[in-house]
């Protein structure tokens, strides 16, 4: 079973598709066979991937409808390892009349166990924001969560509102959902990433921050406007290293695991020798405590936010 990865947040503007998008992009780059679903109506990620509609009902929302399988609905990109799910606003409508049905949020989890997940070594999901069915489906799908943040964008109520929901769809949804980490994107300075921890009241947050930090390039518009990632606009560009060096970040917490990743324990410390170039050698280590510790903090955040409000 690959590892199922959702990008996600509960605020517009933060980067979310640029993230998915390019962080796809560079695990392919080292060889991971990836698959990213676009789980949202606006269908950026399959925009930016050079597919600007559903070619021939191959969709996610087709899938859903049942209208088709996950692997009929897959499309190649300009990557040999990389695949894609597009999206298109058919989804909104799909998510609708899937909204009401009790199994609803667990039916794209499901579809993956069963169709595509052993396909991969990694599935990323880029989710729409908020708390809409399509962001609670991807969630609820998804082994761990990427959560892109601008320093200056991502407010407190943002990370109270975002533990709220990871607890709900842990509670309800019975899933194993963890945080992975927060990514810093369109980072100005360097200085800045301990502003997020303070500006919180949660400062065991900077603990779940990854060790990468996407910094502000216009390469990434520019990649954009070509429908292209940023590592094939311009490899050497400053968020092209980054990214490069994200995706040996999270190939080191994750692609050692053969086991469930629901049920498998928290990564050791290991190199990236075979994937990564000789000069990224600045990956952040996790223990395996850490790690398994991460679901506990959750629900002590929740417990610190319920008495704050009762205050």
């Not at 399959?46 to 859903?64: C, E, F, I, N, P």
């Not at 065991?204 to 990632?229: C, G």
């Not at 498998?264 to 170039?277: F, N």
Request: proline share 5%; glycine share 6%.
């Amino acid at each position: 079973m690959g590892t199922i990865l959702t990008v996600s947040g509960v605020t517009g503007g933060i980067g979310k598709t640029t993230v998915a998008v390019n962080l796809c992009a560079a695990l392919a780059l080292y060889e991971k066979k990836v698959l990213i679903i676009d789980c949202d109506p606006r269908a950026s990620a399959t925009s930016w991937l050079g597919k600007t509609d559903a070619a021939h009902g191959r969709s996610l929302s087709s899938v859903l409808k049942k209208k088709t399988s996950f692997p009929d609905a897959i499309v190649k990109t300009r990557l040999a390892w990389l695949d894609l799910v597009p999206a298109d606003f058919n989804l909104f409508t799909a998510a609708r009349s899937l909204s009401g049905k009790a199994a609803g949020p667990a039916l794209l989890k499901q579809m993956l166990h069963q169709q595509v997940g052993s396909l991969y070594d990694y599935i990323i999901l880029d989710a729409p924001p908020g708390f809409g069915f399509l962001n609670m489906m991807a969630l609820t799908a998804g082994h761990g969560l990427i959560v892109p943040i601008r320093l200056h964008r991502t407010s407190d109520t943002d990370c109270q509102c975002l533990l709220k929901l990871i607890h709900y769809i842990r509670k309800i949804h019975h899933t194993p959902l963890r945080i992975a980490g927060f990514v810093v994107n369109a980072c100005e300075n360097s200085s800045d990433i301990q502003a997020f921890p303070e500006k919180t009241r949660f400062n065991r947050l900077s603990d779940l921050v990854f060790h990468t930090r996407i910094p502000e390039d216009h390469t990434v518009i520019r990649a954009m406007d070509h429908q292209v990632p940023v590592v094939l606009e311009d490899i050497n560009a400053p968020a092209g290293k980054a990214f490069l060096q994200f995706a040996t970040e999270i190939d080191s917490i994750f692609s050692h695991q053969k086991e469930d990743p629901e049920t498998r324990p928290g990564p050791d410390k290991l190199s990236m020798a075979k994937t990564s170039p000789p000069k990224m050698v600045d990956i952040r280590e996790r223990s395996s405590e850490k790690v398994e510790q991460l679901a506990a903090n959750i629900a002590d955040m929740i417990n610190e936010i319920n008495q704050s409000e009762q205050a």
